[in-house]
RNA sequence: GUGGAUGUAGCUCAGCUGGUUAGAGCGCCAGGUUGUGGCCCUGGAGGUCGCGGGUUCGAGUCCCGUCAUUCACCCCA
């Protein structure tokens, strides 16, 4: 069908738009605060920064992607994450040059193939941030902060903050044997998903929600318990510095994200009611990544807020987003003449800074200002054969019901002075 | 990719066990004052009943398929 929209994918019309505007400015101003700076990335990314970022195993690489091939027979994919790209970005573009770190942060649309569902679209946006160049746990400590501060700042602070650590490829492979090794003797008992990841990814199975697998999750080994000397001890100090902020988290060793590239710390907000995708913001740290990308190897940590899960709790929790701005001035005619004055007029009126309108289908008079009446304008200024004799407008106050008719070169001063009050 | 629910005007829905020109509210347009909004009143426009097959004398109503929406799983923001 011509007329439809191509599945998980969303028109946001002009009310809807304000929200937005309202949480990208919000977006601008915390970043601003936090030291960050915006980068724009482009939507489609060479199909291999992905695969080799994200991880081949990954199922984001493996079934999620929008992949296809342009005209010089390249392989590109439409941006499926925001990190890799702006590792990407970071590196092609030699920020480590500048000072250290750099702070990122980036508002923009995301593609994954999915079936769509309550807060899952196929084209989704992220407001992400990046920090690159250090692996001071101060920093992770810092980038959840925010993300807290965020929300709190829409009132929302009834926050599931929930962090753990991944190790460094080190002590993560030597847990993941143990893992195995734990749950082998199991595997009759696990749900076929369970089996599924015993072969593909492990960790997974430390997320399970089917209740028979839960059993033996409760009583399988913890990361944290595997942690090298050097990841346990930034793992204390991440706990350290979300203490002086007063972060209320929880330690969930469950906590293992979808991609390949985390290291040391990840974490994952949610919020409650919000059906079963609540998660609002997941991220964690990424030190090997830059290396996996073909660069120095350099330190990084990030998260991604899904713009839309965010949308859609601040509706439900009655979020009063700012009223959108009201026209000031309909312009309301009477006959042929005066409708050339008025479009005069209108033009002088938008020059002049007051947000105005008119009508352009013909209605009678009568119908002009039920259409004043429904833009919610602030005025109508009426003009008609009487008034254009006369060389003046009648400026009716549509709040107040009242009128009164003044000279039209007085018009402007009098928007002025009642703009004030 | 898997499973469930749903698909009638722009929106929210009604349409009993299949039976003549498919309805309501809201919205939209016009009129009720040949120069005036909100409330109220009147009228009007607007529907291939998602699409395609089938059963039947006859289907919006039953059956199959398909597409879409939606909820959940996998996974994720």
């Known amino acids: 069908m011509l007329t439809r929209r191509p599945r998980g994918t969303a028109d946001v019309l002009p009310d809807e738009v304000a929200k937005w505007q309202h949480l990208e400015q919000k977006i601008r101003e915390i970043c601003t605060e936090y030291g960050y700076q915006e980068i724009r990335t482009p939507v489609f990314e060479h199909t291999e920064l992905f695969q080799r970022g994200l991880g081949e195993g990954t199922d984001i690489v493996e079934k999620e992607m929008y992949v296809f091939k342009d005209r010089g027979g390249r392989s590109l994919t439409l941006r499926p994450e925001g990190t890799a790209a702006a590792a990407r970005a970071y590196l092609e573009n030699n920020l480590y040059a500048g000072p250290q770190p750099t702070k990122l942060y980036y508002v923009e649309p995301l593609f994954r193939y999915e079936r769509p569902q309550a807060g899952r679209l196929r084209q989704h946006t992220q407001f992400g941030i990046e920090v690159f160049g250090t692996q001071h746990p101060a920093v992770d400590a810092e980038i959840i902060g925010l993300a807290v501060d965020f929300l709190g700042r829409f009132g929302l602070d009834n926050l599931q903050v929930r962090i753990n650590s991944l190790g460094c490829?080190?002590?993560?492979?030597?847990?993941?044997?143990?893992?195995?090794?734990?749950?082998?003797?199991?595997?009759?008992?696990?749900?076929?998903?369970?089996?599924?990841?015993?072969?593909?990814?492990?960790?997974?199975?430390?997320?399970?929600?089917?209740?028979?697998?839960?059993?033996?999750?409760?009583?399988?080994?913890?990361?944290?318990?595997?942690?090298?000397?050097?990841?346990?001890?930034?793992?204390?100090?991440?706990?350290?510095?979300?203490?002086?902020?007063?972060?209320?988290?929880?330690?969930?060793?469950?906590?293992?994200?979808?991609?390949?590239?985390?290291?040391?710390?990840?974490?994952?907000?949610?919020?409650?009611?919000?059906?079963?995708?609540?998660?609002?913001?997941?991220?964690?740290?990424?030190?090997?990544?830059?290396?996996?990308?073909?660069?120095?190897?350099?330190?990084?940590?990030?998260?991604?807020?899904?713009?839309?899960?965010?949308?859609?709790?601040?509706?439900?929790?009655?979020?009063?987003?700012?009223?959108?701005?009201?026209?000031?001035?309909?312009?309301?005619?009477?006959?042929?003449?005066?409708?050339?004055?008025?479009?005069?007029?209108?033009?002088?009126?938008?020059?002049?800074?007051?947000?105005?309108?008119?009508?352009?289908?013909?209605?009678?008079?009568?119908?002009?200002?039920?259409?004043?009446?429904?833009?919610?304008?602030?005025?109508?200024?009426?003009?008609?054969?009487?008034?254009?004799?006369?060389?003046?407008?009648?400026?009716?106050?549509l709040d107040r019901g009242e009128q009164r008719e003044i000279p039209a070169r007085e018009l402007i001063t009098e928007l002025r002075k009642s703009g004030d009050s």
């Open 169 to 397: 490829p080190g002590c993560r492979s030597g847990y993941r044997e143990r893992l195995l090794e734990y749950f082998r003797p199991h595997l009759d008992q696990l749900c076929p998903d369970c089996l599924r990841r015993f072969e593909k990814n492990p960790l997974r199975l430390l997320d399970c929600k089917v209740e028979e697998c839960r059993r033996w999750v409760s009583e399988a080994p913890s990361m944290l318990d595997f942690l090298c000397e050097e990841c346990g001890v930034h793992f204390e100090h991440l706990r350290g510095y979300l203490e002086i902020l007063n972060i209320k988290y929880e330690i969930d060793p469950g906590i293992v994200r979808g991609l390949d590239y985390y290291t040391k710390t990840v974490f994952e907000i949610k919020y409650q009611d919000l059906g079963a995708q609540d998660t609002v913001c997941g991220g964690g740290r990424y030190d090997g990544l830059m290396e996996e990308c073909g660069g120095p190897r350099i330190p990084a940590s990030g998260f991604g807020l899904g713009l839309e899960r965010l949308l859609h709790t601040l509706e439900k929790e009655g979020y009063a987003f700012p009223e959108p701005v009201r026209p000031w001035v309909y312009l309301v005619t009477a006959g042929e003449k005066a409708f050339a004055g008025g479009f005069r007029l209108l033009a002088e009126l938008r020059r002049e800074g007051f947000p105005s309108d008119m009508d352009y289908l013909g209605r009678s008079l009568r119908s002009q200002m039920k259409q004043a009446h429904k833009a919610r304008a602030r005025y109508a200024v009426i003009l008609g054969e009487e008034e254009l004799a006369r060389g003046t407008v009648t400026l009716r106050d």
